[in-house]
Nanobody, 124 residues
Framework: QVQLVDSGGGLVQPGGSLRLSCAASGITLNYYAVAWFRQAPGKQREGVACINGYNDNTDYRDSVTGRFTISRDKAKNLVYLQMDSLKPEDTALYSC?????????????????WGQGTQVVVSS
């Protein structure tokens, strides 16, 4: 059974950093495109970052470009989302997902298998 588990969320002050982790069982993430999504209260879920499964190329939504970095640890079967210079508007439930497009970040990003989500709160 394929399962994704998100972790690493928490409360951080504006300008701070967090690193989210997406761990997998029943699947080797290295071969799949993986994206991080977020959903703030009262808002639609949005894709934040994606990493391809065949060449590890990355893609980001404009509002996080230069502040967030998606990466893999292939030995540990993990995908990370490093979030720096966090802003209050980054507050949301963050979830990782494999994509229906398979091994590439085909837009629009549509999640296939989802993690349970990890809460990020950016507040002073």
């Amino acid at each position: 059974q394929v399962q994704l588990v998100d972790s690493g969320g928490g409360l951080v002050q504006p300008g701070g950093s967090l690193r989210l982790s997406c761990a997998a069982s029943g699947i080797t993430l290295n071969y799949y495109a993986v994206a991080w999504f977020r959903q703030a209260p009262g808002k639609q879920r949005e894709g934040v970052a994606c990493i391809n499964g065949y060449n590890d190329n990355t893609d980001y939504r404009d509002s996080v470009t230069g502040r967030f970095t998606i990466s893999r640890d292939k030995a540990k079967n993990l995908v990370y989302l490093q979030m720096d210079s966090l802003k209050p508007e980054d507050t949301a439930l963050y979830s990782c997902a494999t994509l229906e497009s398979g091994n590439y970040c085909g837009k629009p990003w549509r999640g296939s298998t989802w993690g349970q989500g990890t809460q990020v709160v950016v507040s002073s």
